[in-house]
């Protein structure tokens, strides 16, 4: 067949499908664009879930009546500029947009018009493409001092097989706002506004610059309770800096939905990224959860190819292995610096038990317990935890001839045999105060109430202390009866060799045989019998995505878990004080002790303040 050159409209339309793949992958280019105009304010409309109109307004330094016929042609763009030689250089792109690409393939799809006063000029001029025909410049009516008003109807009306493919208006819409919160979190000291089909979704005033703008504008978009539950970080190494904050891992949720990455200021889809941040949770987290989190990777232009993907969705690294060892650490340490801190959402979901939509109201501070006996006031029904409490309350007769001379079968607090007495202002989980059916140690705090989970808590306990063990005194391995031979693809099998010596330290000692297939000749002890085979071959598959093998630490973790979890204090067993105030010591000192090794609480702190307001003391 010949070879023929494509009319520029066509082209248009063939950039247009790789650029502007929905509404909001035209709201993301334009709002890039308003950031690197310097844009201090962005405002948004879409109607139609963006397919019926788009304007996003700002106000950057705005374009010249010269500058509008320039900004629709393709491969123009004001963010290159040429080196004294006339060369431009694609390896340091500063700017969120380069490109050139997305007004003039917006405008051969849509009806794109443009106005805008260049910071400094006294007019305003507009200029319209309609299906990629270009109009005149002509002079137009502008409300601010400068910045530019872009304006796209009828999105794919030029080329209508693209409609067959978009999703509902809703759907449509709900991407135009997760895509706003992206480059709202990316750009703290930016005001964001979204109006969709006439209503304001969005309002985001415009945040100081820094961590405390930051967190708070993630908080803003996140919610608040994720302020409450974020670890700070601020890490670099060898020019990369992080930076950022992440959840508790008891903070968690069902999907990655809440996790967001940045580089340079450019939110992406990275799943290097996305796979750090899976490993360093891997301790915490049941393989279903996912922590929320909102990570900042900034470096140099050089190191990092941000012109790997038309719609600059995904970066490339020159040195990954650097970038995702920066996150893994950074977040482990932020981990490790939480010790036993447990998120506050664990103890609002206990507390809702006992409130209006838990089942049971708690009587007016006024009225009290008198007015409850004299019918004032009447318990709400309901299944939960306080509609099964009041029942229960109502139904005791004689409540007020309670025995004065009951006594508690052991002092509180008091070690029998040391006679030592612990402070609960001493200590951050308190002093233990009673054991409650067997398996939940009562201990009360400076300014609350905390009940921990005496078996989820020894597991991490004896986790931790297995982890430590293991890391100081090396893996044990068990040599192989028979060296079994795994085969792989050539590359696979390379792959795996390469990280022979790390794979050693963990206990897997291979050798290559021959092309395509390895030898295994030792394996971790802990493993006790596996399937070989499957192990190298998930390995192989972690090297090929992550770089690391993260397969046999899980499994190692894994092992090292249900050991512990064998290994702890079981629910049904009966301690004595000074065990109870042991494991508190212990939940103290040792990281992480806020979660088991499923992710879920080993423990629910309870303000004095919350129970006051309960009993209607407050």
Not at 29 to 52: F, H, K, P, S, Y
Not at 120 to 145: K, R, Y
Not at 366 to 377: I, K, L, P, T
Not at 437 to 446: D, G, L, N, P, W
Request: hydrophobic fraction near 45%; charge should be negative.
């Amino acid at each position: 067949m010949p070879i023929r050159r494509l009319p520029p409209e066509t082209v248009n339309r063939i950039a247009a499908g790789e650029v502007v793949e929905r509404p909001a992958s035209a709201v993301k280019e334009l709002v890039e664009n308003a950031l690197d105009a310097g844009a201090g304010r962005i405002e948004v409309q879409a109607d139609g879930g963006g397919l019926t109109r788009i304007l996003v307004a700002d106000d950057g330094q705005g374009l010249t009546a010269a500058e509008l016929p320039l900004a629709i042609e393709r491969h123009a763009t004001s963010k290159l500029v040429p080196d004294d030689a006339g060369d431009y250089d694609l390896l340091h792109i500063a700017t969120l947009g380069f490109r050139g690409e997305a007004l003039p393939s917006i405008g051969s799809v849509a009806r794109l018009s443009i106005s805008s006063r260049a910071r400094g000029q006294a007019e305003a001029h507009a200029i319209l493409v309609e299906a990629g025909a270009v109009g005149p410049v002509s002079p137009a009516a502008f409300p601010d001092p400068n910045g530019a008003r872009v304006e796209v109807r009828d999105l794919f009306y030029a080329t209508p097989a693209r409609l067959k493919f978009m999703k509902s208006e809703r759907s449509e819409a709900m991407a135009i706002a997760e895509e706003i919160k992206r480059q709202a979190m990316a750009h703290e000291a930016v005001s964001f506004a979204l109006d969709l089909d006439g209503r304001r979704t969005i309002r985001l005033p415009a945040e100081a610059k820094g961590p405390e703008g930051r967190l708070a504008r993630l908080s803003a978009i996140m919610g608040r309770e994720f302020s409450d539950n974020a670890l700070a970080l601020d890490h670099e190494r060898e020019g990369v800096r992080l930076s950022g904050f992440a959840g508790l891992p008891t903070y968690n949720r069902g999907n990655a939905a809440h996790q967001y990455l940045f580089v340079n200021g450019r939110p992406v889809r990275d799943r290097l990224l996305q796979g750090a941040l899976r490993a360093a949770y891997a301790d915490f987290l049941a393989r279903d959860r996912h922590p929320l989190a909102a990570l900042y990777v900034e470096l140099d232009t050089a190191y990092v190819d941000v012109n790997v993907h038309p719609a600059k969705a995904e970066v490339r690294f020159r040195d990954p292995g650097l970038v995702r060892g920066l996150i893994i650490g950074g977040l482990r340490h932020a981990l490790a610096a939480a010790g036993h801190r447990a998120s506050t959402t664990v103890a609002s979901a206990a507390l809702g038990g006992f409130r209006p939509g838990g089942g049971w109201t708690p009587p007016p501070s006024a009225a009290g317990y008198s007015a409850w006996r004299q019918g004032g006031w009447q318990p709400q029904g309901g299944q939960g935890f306080g509609g099964a409490l009041a029942a229960a309350v109502q139904s005791i007769p004689g409540l007020t001839e309670v025995s004065a001379r009951a006594e508690p079968s052991w002092q509180p607090g008091v070690a029998e045999d040391t006679a030592q007495v612990f402070d609960p202002v001493d200590y951050p989980l308190g002093a233990a105060r009673a054991q409650v059916h067997e398996t939940y140690i009562v201990a009360q705090t400076r300014d609350g109430v905390v009940i921990v989970d005496q078996h989820a808590a020894h597991e991490r306990l004896v986790y931790e202390r297995m982890k430590t063990e293991m890391a100081d005194g090396g893996v044990a391995r068990q040599v192989l009866l028979l060296p079994e031979v795994v085969e792989l693809d050539p590359a696979e099998a390379d792959r795996v060799v390469a990280k022979a010596e790390e794979l050693a330290a963990l206990g897997l000692m291979l050798e290559p045989f021959g092309p395509g297939a390895v030898l295994v000749r030792e394996l971790p002890a802990l493993l006790g019998e596996t399937d070989v085979p499957g192990l190298v071959r998930d390995i192989a598959d972690d090297l090929a995505e992550n770089g690391q093998a993260l397969a046999l630490k899980e499994r190692l973790e894994d092992v090292c878990s249900t050991m512990a979890c064998h290994g702890s204090v079981r629910a049904g067993r009966r301690l004595t004080a000074p065990e109870m105030n042991a494991l508190l010591r212990q939940m103290e000192a040792t990281p992480h002790s806020g979660q088991c090794n499923h992710g879920r609480p080993t423990y629910v702190e309870l303000k004095l303040a919350d129970i006051e307001r309960l009993f209607g003391r407050r």
